[in-house]
Structures are given as structure tokens and as C-alpha cells.
DNA sequence: GTGAAAGCGCTAACAC
DNA sequence: GTGTTAGCGCTTTCAC
């Protein structure tokens, strides 16, 4: 099974020049010796050994993508767009799973250092941003999903504030007044958007906005019970939220069918991302969808030719959201 | 940024073996010498290029895997584990997405030919038994969650027929005796041998089984709305579901809902994985629960082993799986 | 159009 | 304990 290119010219009668010619079609070879290399190819089953290439041309034609989490349909999605971009110009992808540790994060960041990737794609981080500039200085990397104030590097996100305002507004129309909103504490730039594009929305249509609706937690489906009893608890109590994601808007959905409350009916939950199960659920969630595939195409895309072409877009892309009415927003 | 072991070493005054050595432990080097080369690897920021060690040493440590579709939590958990047990070996994960297409299966395993991994797992494969024979001749393959009959490979599988048992008797348990079953058509193992479970239990519990009982389709959660429809329209109702996997349970669910059946009270429903959302959908899906981690870990694990240690453990492991009972069978 | 040869960065004999 | 050197498999000048 180790047939080396040395192998495939002695077999053919060439030298390992010509064959690497025919592999590449770096240059022009005779029909009769392509014919002689493509035979000698085919009886030995040669395949070339990567390694080699890669050393010699120092690429690997492979990115990492570093997840927060795993099983998110969210993540999943998007990788599925960078797979499906990478495949086409051959390159792969190597993922690794972050847990949001900064530790982890950076271990797995070697293996830019190391040459065991080309570049890399981060779907959030929690490297700061000078960590991420000073690496963006001398390897391709990009982020998606959600950006870093004063990264200067490769960006493809959705407008989070209008898609906050979108969801806001959806709810204003079906009649709600009293929106509340579960947000993520501390600085994740997403969440602050949506959280101001909710704010703008009710202004915008002479609703004040009230402290007491907006909580902060975190981002999981788990933090999703709390906030719920909370606003259930309030004495003039919301009649719609607005969860800062899928996950969330479920976790919600859940507490309140467990107090017995309808929603869809008595209470109005919209979230944000568009993950697999807000069609699934009961009721079916509503939702500002990503255009997760495309989102990952398109970062596929840019930061690969970053790679190939030498290019340094550090552009960041705005791609349009969309708005999906279901079953918990009520007819 | 492209400082070479030999930087290192003249920075040192060492030789370059020295250095190798230095990096890999490999053999004994004074502690002058160690504090150098050390030194000289901090002060010029040297990281070794994996390129080099790997084509001299003819490994990547990396092993690939194949999910039939992405976007599910049960393989989502699986590379969790793999990853976790991976990344303590120093082993990375490449994933791709085969979406049940040979063609697709068979460019992906080109990863093995051209030396871009050292081994892949399988996570289901609608390659042949002499095909995966025939690879596993040459290279490191292994099977999780789905086995192929007359493959001689390393396989990590819970015990489905036990599995399919166990959910059926639970629904015994209940009181029901009208018990339907979602399988999946074809000569997909899993589910032959979850239907052989159900009909055991059936027969030990005294029920015969009934073929109208019995729905055959596809995989995956589009599915259950017609299986359900078909079975909420017999003139002799089941009282009880054992869908094949939860993806299709969340379907027969959502489908009852839709049409005004209480799961839990009026319809009994149990699927198979254990996946994330069974927790959280509404009602909460009772599973026969996979031990998702276990397996990607216990894959990991032997597969690196055979890569490593040159081993060659071809043996099939079953792991227990559980019966976690939720909302969606009643109490 | 083709071949010889250098060399990508590293490890591992093999000498000393 | 250390250095010299061959060579992993490949691509790519540079001659011819």
C-alpha cells in the first residue's frame, strides 16, 4: 500500500518530474506519456501521499472551525455550508469543540502554529480582541456568528439589531404592549444588539421600555426556566417574549406549559437563529432565522481565498435575516 | 514566521538533532542544552511545523468521521466523546457529511489513500460489506452506532434488540397492549433488530404482534407524520408508539398534537437515541437512551489504539443502553 | 517535452 | 550526550 510516486515513474518509463506533471497538470506532458503515467497510476493503485505535498508546498488545504458548544443545531448548520463550500475546492474541515474555555480555545488555536490547518473560523470566541489581531497578523482566520469589537479580521454575521427590531415588531403587530425580553449578560455583542434592536422597536412604536422586562442570564436552554418564572411572577406580567435564542424561546415554551399557560394563545415567544427544531416543536417555534448554510459558505469561501490567493479581506458581512411566523406567536 | 528547527538549533548552538530531541523526549540531553533550546524555542517563537514531523514520522493523528447527516444530536454527542478522548492523545477530528450518498462516502474515504488521516469511523454507511472489508484490509476503519452485517471491523454498538425490547415493555408496563412500532425499511440493521426486540417483548408479554401495527419508512422525523396518520386512522387504534429513533417520536408527537391528542394521556410514545431534545420538547419524549459520549470515547479509544500500537482489535463492543422514562408515556 | 536534483521540516539511525 | 546525515514523498526550478 506504499506506492510512491518514485514507483509510478519507473513503471511508466519516466521520471518522477513528468509524473508529478500529470498529477498537478502543472505542465505540458506528451499524450504517450500521460497515457504511460495514467496506466502506471491505475495498475499500482497509486494514490499520492498528502504528506509529501503538503510539506513541500506547505499547505494543508484545511480549516479548523472551533465550536462553542456541540449538538447546536445552530453550529451545525453553518458547518454544513462550510463543508459544502470547502468540498468544492477541496479543502477540509476540522472541527473542535471550544466549551467556551479560553484554554481549550487556544489550544486548539496550535494548530494554525503547528501547520495542522490553513486558517481557521471561530463561531464565537472568548479570546479578547488583541489576542485575535495579533494572530490574525500571521494566519487566516475569520469569525461568524459573532463578532469581536475591534477585531480586525474576516467577519460574517447577521444585523442582530435588526433582527432584534424584526422580532419586536413582529410581536408589536399581533396586538402585544407588554414585551419582555430574555438577553445574555456581559458582553456578547450579539445579545447587546438584539437587545437594542428589541428597545428601538418599542420606542419606535410609543412603547417605553421597562427595566423589569429584560432579563439577563445565559444563552442555554437551561437559563430559560428562571427568567420565565420570573416575568410569570411579575404582577403586570408580559404577554410576549422575546428570547435571544431558539434555545431559549423552547426553554420558555417549556416552563410555561408546565404552569399551563398556552402559548401561542395567552402567551407570544418569538427566539432568534433558526435552529432545526423551532419547526418541530410544539407549539412550532417563531423566529428571526440566520442564513446558516449561506453564513457558512460565504465564510468558507472568503477565507479560503484568503488562503489560496493570498488575499487579506478582512471585510466583515451583513447577511438578511428572515422572519418565520409559527405556532408560538399565535395566529 | 517561519522559523525551522534549524533556527532553533543555531540559536542554541546545538545540533538540530538536539533539538528533536528536546521537543520529543526521546532520548537524554543535558539540562544546559534542554535550557537553550528552550530558551531559543521562547525567544523565537518556534512552533514545529507538523508537516515535517508527519511525513518523516508517515502520520497525521488525525482520524475522520463520517456523519450520514449533520445537524443531529446523536452523532453531535458521539464526536463530543471522540473528541474528548481524541484530544487527549493529541488526535484531531476532521468531519464530513456523507447525507447517506455512497459517491460522497467513497470521496471522503480518499482521506485514507492520500494519508490525510490515519483512520475514520463510520456513523453509519451505505457502503457494502466487501467495501468496507476491503478498505478495512489497508487502513483503520471503524463502525459506531450501526453496524454492517459480515464486516470484519472494529464496531461500538448498544445492544438494539435489548433496546427495542426494553421500550416495548415499558409500554406493556403502562398498561397498553395495542402497541404500534415506526421501523425503517430496508436492510438497516438497527432497526431490524429494534423491531425484532418489540415483537419479542410482545410475544413474552402474551400480546401477538399485529403487521398493521408495524409502519416502515425512513429514518428521520419527516417521516412519522404519515406513519401516524396511518395509525390514528386504523379502525383498532394503538394506544402506544415505539418509534425507532426520537427524531421520529418529536414527529409522532408534533403529528398527534396537530390533531388534538393528548401524548402521554391518550397516546403513549417512546422513541430510541436519547437525544438532547427529548428533555426539552413538550411533552418530554420518553427514550431507550444510547450512551452517546461512552461510545464516541470507547471508539476513539480502539480505533487510535489499532492506529498506534499497530494493534488490530477488530472486536464488535455493545454498550448498555437505558430506558429513561419522560412525560410523553404518562405517568 | 523531459529529467536531474534540490529541498520543504522533521526524525532517527548511526557514529563518536 | 551530541552531531552528522539520510530520507520521508512530493513539487519545482533549471538544464537540455
Request: with cysteine.
Amino acid at each position: 500500500m506504499n506506492v510512491t510516486i518514485k514507483d509510478v515513474a519507473k513503471a511508466a518509463n519516466v521520471s518522477v518530474a513528468t509524473v508529478s506533471r500529470v498529477l498537478n497538470g502543472s505542465a505540458s506532458v506528451s499524450k504517450e506519456s500521460t497515457q504511460r503515467v495514467n496506466d502506471a497510476i491505475r495498475e499500482l493503485k497509486y494514490s499520492p501521499n498528502f504528506l509529501g505535498r503538503n510539506l513541500r508546498k506547505c499547505v494543508t488545504n484545511r480549516i479548523l472551525v472551533i465550536q462553542p458548544s456541540s449538538d447546536h443545531s445552530l453550529y451545525a448548520k453553518i458547518i454544513a455550508g462550510m463543508s459544502d463550500e470547502a468540498e468544492k475546492v477541496g479543502f477540509d474541515i476540522v472541527t473542535a469543540i471550544s466549551n467556551g474555555s479560553r484554554e481549550s480555545e487556544k489550544r486548539q488555536m496550535d494548530m494554525l502554529y503547528n501547520r495542522t490547518v490553513d486558517g481557521a473560523v471561530l463561531l464565537g470566541t472568548s479570546l479578547d480582541k488583541d489576542t485575535i489581531n495579533s494572530i490574525a497578523e500571521n494566519f487566516n482566520i475569520a469569525l461568524c456568528c459573532e463578532s469581536v469589537h475591534g477585531a480586525d479580521v474576516l467577519t460574517v454575521v447577521v444585523d442582530d439589531e435588526a433582527g432584534g427590531y424584526d422580532a419586536t415588531t413582529a410581536l408589536i403587530k399581533k396586538g402585544h404592549t407588554k414585551i419582555a425580553m430574555i438577553s445574555v449578560q456581559g458582553d456578547v455583542i450579539s445579545s447587546g444588539l438584539r437587545e437594542r434592536g428589541y428597545k428601538k422597536a418599542l420606542k419606535d412604536h410609543g412603547i417605553e421600555p421597562r427595566e423589569e422586562y429584560i432579563w439577563h442570564g445565559e444563552y442555554e436552554y437551561e437559563n430559560a426556566a428562571a427568567a420565565t418564572e420570573y416575568f410569570l411572577s411579575l404582577p403586570d406580567r408580559p404577554t410576549a417574549i422575546f428570547a435571544v435564542s431558539d434555545n431559549l424561546a423552547a426553554g420558555v415554551i417549556k416552563t410555561a406549559a408546565q404552569r399551563g399557560i398556552a402559548v401561542g394563545k395567552e402567551l407570544a415567544v418569538i427566539g432568534f437563529d433558526g435552529i432545526t427544531w423551532c419547526e418541530r416543536f410544539v407549539p412550532s417555534i417563531s423566529s428571526i432565522a440566520q442564513p446558516c448554510e449561506e453564513m457558512g459558505r460565504l465564510v468558507a469561501q472568503k477565507l479560503i481565498a484568503n488562503i489560496t490567493e493570498g488575499a487579506s479581506d478582512k471585510g466583515r458581512y451583513t447577511l438578511k435575516h428572515s422572519l418565520v411566523l409559527r405556532e408560538s406567536t399565535g395566529d
